[in-house]
């Protein structure tokens, strides 16, 4: 079975930066593709980044220039840097991965507060 866990949430001051991690118990080179989901209060989750096999990158307009995703296929690890960071921007972060079906993490608190 696979799963993935992300980690790397916080509390932070508007401005500032966080990285989330998400491990993946299996390898994620056999993924077609990979993405960052986030929900906040009262919001349906939505797409944040995705990243397909082949590299390929599709940022949501509210994060382009200050979010970041990558992969390393050796750890089996899937990154979202997040810099100049917005009251906004607070909520649950989740990561997905899919093949011929979906997986998801349990989701890690990312509040961006003053």
């Known amino acids: 079975q696979v799963q993935l866990v992300e980690s790397g949430g916080g509390l932070v001051q508007p401005g500032e930066s966080l990285r989330l991690t998400c491990t993946v118990s299996?390898?994620?080179?056999?993924?077609?593709?990979m993405a960052w989901y986030r929900q906040a209060p009262g919001n349906q989750r939505e797409l944040v980044v995705s990243?397909?096999?082949?590299?390929?990158?599709d940022y949501a307009d509210s994060v382009k220039g200050r979010f970041t995703i990558s992969r390393d296929n050796a750890k089996n690890t899937m990154y979202l840097q997040m810099n100049s960071l917005k009251p906004e921007d607070t909520a649950i972060y989740y990561c997905c991965a899919w093949t011929d079906e979906g997986y998801w993490g349990q989701g890690t608190q990312v509040t961006v507060s003053s």
């Open positions: 299996g390898s994620i080179s056999s993924f077609d593709g």
């Open positions: 990243i397909t096999k082949a590299g390929t990158t």
